[in-house]
């Protein structure tokens, strides 16, 4: 008895978890439809995606170029640019954000002559602004992991250095046409193209900083 008692407090338990999430989740997806903020958290998504994954990319190439050969050097030089992205991100589209739902929020109360902090609208305003700064913060840091994992591995003995900068910049430029496919999809175009683009992109880069270092 006490067994199955236990069980079915388990079960309880996990189908109260996923109710919660499940409720958490239309919650967020009410937010967003009330406050049309689906296009521009991609927007944010897309660009410091993109921002984050080439600074990893010039950062690894810059070590290669310059003999870094100290794995744990060049992840703490990644890591830091991510984070320091990451901080800047969240923090200017945070105010940004702010200010500007503030101002539609002042403006529909003004048209409907009532205050709407306490209703839907103030409190998809206020979540929109902390959720926006929240994907602008993370999609740099995110994008700048997996030039990350091969210098890791490096360091526990499974890659050697050498192989480490390849496989760093190849996760580099794996994440730019994964980026390029996101962009793809939601402009309904050619999702091979678009992530073929964002490679060219990276190559594009590297080979302006080994066009710097040759001068």
């Known amino acids: 008895m006490s067994e199955s008692s236990q069980d079915n407090d388990s079960s309880s338990e996990q189908n109260g978890i996923r109710t919660r999430l499940s409720e958490y989740l239309d919650e967020i997806g009410t937010y967003l439809r009330v406050t049309r903020a689906r296009r521009i958290l991609r927007r944010y998504f897309a660009m ?8 990893s990319l010039g950062v690894v190439i810059g070590a290669y ?23 800047s991100g969240f923090s200017g589209t945070y105010m940004t954000e702010s ?6 929020l002042n ?16 409190e998809a305003s206020r979540f929109v602004a902390i959720f926006a ?9 995110l ?5 990350v994992i091969p210098f890791y591995l490096s360091y526990i003995g499974i890659l050697p250095g050498g192989i480490a900068f390849a496989a ?26 678009s992530g073929v683009k964002m490679v060219i992109a990276g190559i594009a880069v590297a080979l302006l900083a080994l066009l710097l270092n040759a001068h």
């Open 48 to 55: 410091n995606a993109f921002d984050g994954s080439m600074t």
């Open 143 to 147: 994008a700048s992991i997996p030039a």
């Open 107 to 122: 403006e529909l109360e003004e048209a409907m002559l009532t205050n709407l902090d306490d209703t839907i609208y103030g």
């Open 168 to 193: 760093s910049i190849g996760a580099s430029l794996l994440t730019l046409f994964l980026l390029g496919v996101f962009l793809g999809r939601v402009s309904d175009g050619n999702v091979l193209y």
């Open 65 to 87: 170029i310059t003999n870094i050969v100290d794995p744990m050097a060049v992840i703490g030089v990644i890591m830091v640019s991510g984070i320091a992205m990451a901080v």
């Open 133 to 141: 700064a929240l994907v602008d913060g993370s999609a740099p840091f």
């Open 99 to 104: 200010a500007e739902r503030n101002r539609s």
